[in-house]
């Protein structure tokens, strides 16, 4: 199991297609509501997103942040309120998720909803909703919304720009899922991987549980989580492969000769940690 550079390739054209009905529904929108995965706040960010919208007020939504290391969101939340852009913890399960995204709302457009008081004018705030393939964009506007948008955990899966009703005061506008054309940086690809952004197929399970084993031997409380989940002892500079092989054998995984699915593993350790299982943990934190 090697370590090699790649570049992840991923831009089908109706990504392409997506940046321009962007950049063409600005016009339309009050706001720009920005979904990332709490776990990974940076890997997670559209570059190209965030310079067509730079001109909008906008909100992030660390969404997932039931499956994120507490501690580490709120350092987000302050590492961007420093930086002037307002973040909030965000869970589609979570029962305070539309309350925090309301109070967040009416503190962007605070200019906004007051010229529209001095004015007498009772007009919807018009958001528009972007982020990544699989972040949690569709069940968001599922929340909030009164028509149902199509939720399937895959990436890529929403087509089209479709306004939904929040209610009187509220439309969002959906687009879908778009990510830039390559990532240059592995690390960014592996972190997408982690966290299901990007699909299966373009990564090898057994490569993305290596490398994952290998980020949470780096931290105690991690290990701690991972020793936990699967009742054995490891040391912070165990081979990553040989754990893999360890938790199969463990779980009764074995293939013909005694062996451990490698494979099944890896998919299971992988699929453990995107559902939380394993505990919360976030990948990536501010760098201060």
């Given amino acids: 199991m090697g370590e090699q550079h790649k570049v992840i390739q991923w831009f089908p054209g109706h990504m392409a297609k997506t940046k321009r009905k962007i950049i ?15 776990r990974i706040p940076i890997s997670s960010e559209n570059p190209d997103i965030l310079e067509i919208t730079a001109n909008k007020p906008r909100i992030i939504l660390l969404n997932k942040s039931d499956l994120a290391d507490n501690a580490i969101t709120e350092k987000w939340i302050n590492y961007y309120a420093e930086k002037g852009v307002k973040a909030i913890a965000f869970d589609c399960k979570g029962k305070n998720g539309i309350k925090n995204f309301n109070l967040g709302l009416k503190e962007v457009l605070k200019e906004k909803i007051e010229k529209n008081k001095q004015k007498g ?20 506007i599922n929340l909030l919304a009164d028509k149902k948008a199509k939720v399937e955990n895959r990436p890529g899966v929403t087509r089209g720009n479709q306004w939904f009703s929040a209610g009187n005061d509220l439309l969002l506008l959906d687009t879908p899922g778009v990510l830039w ?31 994952l084993i290998k980020f949470l031997l780096t931290d105690n409380t991690y290990k701690e989580m991972l020793e936990k989940r699967y009742s054995l002892t490891f040391n912070s500079d165990d081979d990553a492969y040989d754990i893999i092989c360890r938790i199969g054998a463990k779980r009764g995984m074995l293939v013909k000769g005694g062996k451990t699915d490698t494979e099944r593993t890896s998919k299971m350790i992988a699929d453990e940690f995107k559902a939380g299982i394993i505990g919360k943990i976030s990948i990536e934190e501010p760098k201060v």
């Fill in 24 to 38: 063409e529904s600005l016009k339309l929108v009050d706001a720009v509501a920005e979904i990332r995965d709490a």
């Fill in 121 to 140: 004018i009772k007009k919807a705030l018009r958001i528009m909703v972007v982020g990544i393939p699989n972040v949690g964009k569709s069940s968001f």
């Fill in 181 to 211: 054309p390559k990532f240059e940086d592995e690390t960014v690809g592996m972190h997408l991987a982690f966290t299901g952004a990007v699909k299966e197929s373009i990564l090898n399970t057994e490569e993305i549980a290596f490398y």
